[in-house]
């Protein structure tokens, strides 16, 4: 033994921008599953400016995790493959809500496998989850919709704290 810990540690890596039920949902059963998971936020989503800053993205996810002990959140920038080997974790974990994510992630997974020499496990999305995107979240929350059963708790309090009133439309 080398004191260093065993088992299986996963990674859940994602923009979480914000994080969603649906998200929650998949760190609660990969936390079921695996010893240890860690949700690893990208520094830099590649897709947009983010709503949130990558410590209030982390901090939302903190709390909403808080009851799981065998689940920790931190951040990486750059190539997830080689964050996955600088923590020795053993799987990447990532939810398929929709056909078309699995075509998107399958090339993906066979990327970082390729890199990084861990596979990817994917958990098929809870049906209630399954339309639950951040981008629809953002879209509703912005035009004033209620986004209360599709974001934990502790995100609601920070959205709500952070709602801008939607611009007029242009004529
Ligand atoms: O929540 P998202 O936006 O679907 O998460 C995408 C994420 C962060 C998992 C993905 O963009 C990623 O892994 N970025 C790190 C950069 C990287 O390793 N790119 C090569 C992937 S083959």
């Known amino acids: 033994m080398n004191g260093q810990p065993t088992g299986h540690c996963a990674i859940y890596p994602g923009s979480f921008d914000p994080f969603t039920k649906g998200h929650l949902d998949v760190v609660e059963r990969a936390a079921a599953i695996f010893d240890r998971v860690v949700v690893a936020v990208v520094v830099n989503p590649q897709k947009r400016d983010p709503l949130f800053a990558l410590g209030e993205r982390e901090q939302m996810i903190r709390d909403a995790v808080a009851h799981l002990p065998n689940v920790t959140v931190d951040h990486f920038r750059g190539l997830l493959a080689e964050y996955v080997n600088a923590h020795d974790a053993t799987v990447i974990v990532k939810g398929l809500r929709v056909v078309s994510d699995f075509e998107s992630e399958m090339s993906t997974a066979l990327m970082n496998r390729s890199l990084s ?55």
């Open 117 to 171: 020499k861990v596979d990817t496990v994917f958990l098929p999305s809870d049906p209630r989850w399954s339309f639950v995107s951040s981008t629809l979240v953002k879209e509703v929350f912005n035009l004033g919709g209620d986004i209360a059963d599709f974001v934990p708790p502790a995100v609601l309090r920070v959205m709500s704290a952070k709602r801008s009133t939607p611009r007029p439309a242009k004529r």
